[in-house]
């Protein structure tokens, strides 16, 4: 795995990268090199932090879980039951795990809206909840690459009580020790690497309504706010920040029955009710085939996380992944800060992944 590591970066392929490798709940491998910025002048180090992106869902998706775990929350159940204006434009019957697997027909705004509006999350909510569906729920995927975050954190919120950045901090990230926030504070931001954006656009393939609402109009994504406001915010789409060993020790719980040091993250039958596909098919919005579970990609459909079929997790904007494998108790993350096009399946983590399963 060594090899392979340098490989990317003797390829010219990296800037700074980590992976981490987590084994029946046990850190075996832990690799980080390069730059922590583009001037090439600070090290990247293990107490550097990356936002992850989209990877941060695989979170979200776990937060959410542990209520279904603590029979707090259902995800058959619609959606309005916890968030009556959800209701609205016909929106009454979506369910939890539809909303969750991509399924709810609300990728983005097609109608303009300031990027701004994204750090305002009431304001957010609102105008989601207010939404007609670009698609008859229920009848395909499509991905919703920021509005994800929102539908699942008020969902989580409306439940719980507490945003999931707070929870993430209250229940997991602090009383495990792991190095992973939604939502950074200010002391943090130092530690953070920057970002080389990526070459090229991405290959969405046909651009339609969906794909052009989720990812190409001037408001798909936050803007407008600055650096330090997009970290400052609580987007559990988007902007979760981590090391790789704090991803993949989470995802390492999930793939050997679901505790982590003596510590339950989530039952073995929440994990598999998690993980059960509950939609497959040719993606609306992204150019794949997909399967997905409860809030994450499950590898059946693509396999970029190595050949097992049961292997679960998320990859983020510009190659970074976390996954957990419950048939071989392998789990691991993939962290980096030159990004890369490519939306699913980044070269670079698919190359270090192959090399594990190789060495097991």
Known sequence: ??????????????????????????????????????????????????PVFSTTKAVAAILIARL????????????????????????????VEQALSHQAGLS?????????????WDATCARLAAMAPLWPPGTASGYHPVTYGYLAGEIFRRVDGRTMGAALREDLAGPLDLDLWIGLPDAEHPRCADLQRPPAFPDFGEINVPTRAAFLEPWSS??????????????????????APALARLMGALASGGDLDGRTVLSPPAI???????????????????????????????????????TFGHSGWGGSCAFADPQTGLAGAYVMNRQSAHLLGDPRAKRLIAAAYSAI
């Open 108 to 120: 983005g705004f097609v109608e303009a809206v300031e990027p701004a509006l994204w750090f305002d």
């Open 1 to 50: 795995m060594r090899e392979a590591f340098a490989a990317n970066f003797a390829e010219g392929s990296e800037l700074g990268a980590r992976f981490s490798l987590v084994r029946d709940g046990e850190l075996v491998v832990d690799l980080w090199a390069g730059h922590a910025d583009r001037a090439r002048s600070r090290a990247f180090d293990d107490q550097t932090l990356t």
């Open 272 to 310: 598999a009710q998690m993980a059960r596909q509950r939609i497959a098919g040719q993606d609306l919005v992204l150019p794949f085939v997909m399967s997905w579970g409860a809030g994450v990609m499950r590898n059946q459909a693509l396999h970029p996380w190595g050949p097992g079929d049961e």
């Open 68 to 95: 279904v775990d603590q029979g707090r929350l259902d995800y058959r159940q619609p959606v309005a039951e916890v968030w009556p204006d959800f209701a609205a434009a016909g929106k009454g019957e979506i369910t």
């Open 222 to 243: 936050p803007g407008g706010r600055g650096q330090a406001e997009w970290r400052r915010a609580e987007i559990p789409s988007a902007n979760g920040h981590a090391t």
